[in-house]
Each structure stands twice: as structure tokens, then as C-alpha cells.
């Protein structure tokens, strides 16, 4: 593969390449985001070393995978500072990429304190072992949820105002608030740190079980020989394959390691999500999601009042275009038709694993093309 520079900024393979040998450590890994993302840097030959809870969801893309044959997975929270700070030494990490989270709105209103708790104690521990051991790189995802959402239609910016009028929303963006005061105390002039914030939109993907999310819940009600019911039909977000997503977080994990000029750029706030074609209502990618199978169905549902949910929520990538030269690869049918595709041949019998492996590898070529590399 030949070295592609794109205006200065390497391209998406490069990037990740640069993570081959390095020790990187993965927050959440056995999560859904965590379970694709340990994948993608098995492949390139990350030395990777998960810390999470237990899977949350039955099954999960973690066990089916079999993915621990190429993490060292580690069980535990990230509100134990000590029973992280154990693992952390051991590790060492070169690169962090914290995912752990509780990442549902309607679970926040049942459970805040653990809420609050995970997303913002648990931020905080990373950051205060990455300063303790000065760790070169260390990427904190976070949401779009973290925006003030004032329901206007353009997208919002980075720059934008944080907050969140439910405990998940609010918790992400006291997360960012913690990253920022973090980056300006410690990890600034010559500190061997260098963290940026991911903010991403709705992700999609073949290998999510998880409660409350739409296209796990289709999957369910084809299964049952049912109908998926849509409580907020009308609500527009930005959806994205969780490849787009992961994309983002390799590309500053990459630059974090790079040169002083990249780890400057890579350094701060940042969106990953899709372009406006991407974003739909609830309704439509329930429908296209059924059309694609050639099965299921959808129901309007009663609204649940008791959990509000924004009606509508989108992102500007713009900055990351411009900057980091990060563009998403899949439209919103290409987007559906994989994660369909995944779920299907899973279904049918393929490995979980082959099939994540396979995606990916088609992924990295579509960017590899985009940025004319050759391969």
C-alpha cells in the first residue's frame, strides 16, 4: 500500500495501519460499537486489550464472534478506579479508545445514578490514568445526543452548546465538559497527551441485540413472525453503519499517534456522521429495513410520554471534512442493505466474525479508493 496524503492528512488505511503493534486499550469491547471496533484493530494487528462489563445483551456480537481469542479481555467497570487502575498498568496502553458507556435514553430515566455515573466517573477515571501514566493518545466517544437540542434543522457544530434535558444526553455532554477540562489543565503546551472527543450520530449495524434500538428490535419481531411497533415514527436522526462511525475514531486515534502537527489537529472536538441523505425518519428506515429482508412489518404505537425523546436531532460534518478529510463512505441504502445482509447470513448459518471481517475489508477499500490509494 502506498502512502496517499490528501491535502496533508493521510488517508483512512494509512491511519489505521498506524495502530499495527501498538498496545491499545478499548473501553466497552464487548459491547456492540466495542465488538466491531476490537475486529477492526485485531485485523490490522493491534495488540488489544479490552475492559468492560459482561455483555449486556443475549446474544451478543462479542461471544458470537468469538472475540475473546484476540482480545485480552478483562471484565470489570470503569467506576472501580482501582480495579481499572490494575488492568491499566498492566497494559500500558500506547492508544485508548474509551466506548464504555451506558448509551440508552430510555434506560437513563430507570437508572440515572448508574448513568451518571458510568458516563461521567467512568470518563473521568480514564482520563486521570491516561495523565498518571502519560499516555500518548486517548480518544473519548461520546454522542450528538451531547448538543442542547433545540430542535432547529441545520446541524449542529462543535462549537455548538452542550446539554442534554434527559440523564443519558446530560451525562454525555458533562462527559465532553470533563474531556475539555482534562485536555486544558493537563494535556496541553508539551504534555506527552494528546485526547480528542467523538461525537457520532445513530449507528446501525448487523451484530446490535440490544433493547430500544430499531433495527434490533425488527430483527426480534421478524423472528417472532410479528410487527415491529414504532413508538416515535416521525423522529429524524442521522443514521450511520457503525463502520462509518469506527472510521472516525481510527482516523484520530491515527493522527493522535503521528506527528506534533497531526496530534495538534486531532486533538480536540469532533462529528462523525452522514451526509444529509442520511438522515430519515424512524418510519422510513423501519420500512426500508422490512423491504430489504422481503419480510416484517411496522406498526404505529402509542408515544411514550414518560421518556421524551428528541423529534429532531442531526450533526454537520463539516469540520471533519474540511480538516481531517473524513467523508462517509456508505449512503443510507448501502447502510441498511449491509446491516440487513449481515443479519440474514447470520442467520443462515455465517460466521459472525467472517461477516464483520468482510465488511470491513470492503469498507477500507471503498476509502482506499476514495483517497486513491493503491493497494
Not at 470489570?76 to 498498568?89: K, P, Q, R
Not at 445514578?113 to 482520563?127: K, S
Request: charged share 25%.
Amino acid at each position: 500500500m502506498e502512502r496517499s496524503l490528501i491535502n496533508g492528512v493521510p488517508g483512512l488505511p494509512e491511519l489505521v495501519s498506524r495502530l499495527a503493534g501498538r498496545r491499545v486499550l478499548v473501553t466497552g469491547h464487548t459491547g456492540f460499537k466495542g465488538a466491531w471496533l476490537s475486529t477492526w484493530l485485531s485485523m490490522v494487528g493491534a495488540e488489544v486489550t479490552g475492559y468492560a462489563l459482561d455483555p449486556n445483551t443475549e446474544p451478543s456480537l462479542f461471544d458470537v464472534a468469538g472475540l475473546a481469542d484476540v482480545v485480552d479481555d478483562h471484565r470489570g467497570d470503569v467506576e472501580d478506579l482501582d480495579g481499572f487502575a490494575s488492568v491499566y498498568e498492566r497494559c500500558r496502553p500506547e492508544v485508548v479508545l474509551h466506548l464504555a458507556a451506558q448509551p440508552l435514553v430510555r434506560l437513563s430515566y430507570v437508572e440515572p445514578v448508574r448513568t451518571f455515573a458510568t458516563n461521567v466517573m467512568g470518563t473521568t477515571h480514564v482520563l486521570e490514568l491516561a495523565r498518571r501514566h502519560a499516555t500518548p493518545a486517548v480518544v473519548v466517544v461520546t454522542t450528538d445526543k451531547c448538543y442542547e437540542n433545540v430542535e432547529w434543522v441545520w446541524g449542529y457544530r462543535e462549537t455548538d452548546r452542550l446539554g442534554g434535558s434527559d440523564p443519558y444526553s446530560a451525562s454525555k455532554a458533562c462527559a465532553e465538559l470533563v474531556t475539555t477540562a482534562y485536555r486544558r489543565s493537563f494535556f496541553s503546551g508539551d504534555s506527552p497527551t494528546a485526547i480528542a472527543s467523538a461525537r457520532a450520530g445513530n449507528v446501525v449495524g448487523g451484530g446490535d441485540w440490544a433493547a430500544d434500538r430499531i433495527v434490533p428490535d425488527i430483527v426480534r419481531s421478524i423472528g417472532a413472525g410479528g410487527a415491529v411497533t414504532l413508538r416515535n415514527p416521525n423522529a429524524v436522526r442521522p443514521w450511520q453503519h457503525v463502520i462509518e462511525s469506527l472510521s472516525g475514531y481510527l482516523t484520530l486515534a491515527g493522527l493522535l499517534v503521528g506527528s506534533d502537527d497531526e496530534r495538534a489537529l486531532a486533538a480536540q472536538e469532533w462529528n462523525f456522521g452522514p451526509r444529509t441523505s442520511g438522515r430519515s425518519t424512524v418510519e422510513y428506515l423501519a420500512n426500508r429495513v422490512c423491504e430489504r429482508w422481503g419480510r416484517g412489518s411496522v406498526e404505529i404505537g402509542r408515544a411514550d410520554t414518560a421518556a421524551k425523546e428528541s423529534q429532531l436531532l442531526t450533526l454537520s460534518i463539516e469540520k471533519a471534512e474540511q480538516h481531517l478529510h473524513w467523508s462517509p463512505r456508505w449512503d443510507l441504502d448501502r447502510t441498511i442493505d449491509v446491516t440487513v445482509d449481515w443479519y440474514r447470513q447470520y442467520m443462515d448459518g455465517a460466521s459472525a466474525r467472517e461477516l464483520c471481517e468482510t465488511q470491513l475489508r470492503d469498507y477500507v477499500a471503498a476509502a482506499a479508493a476514495t483517497a486513491g490509494v493503491s493497494r
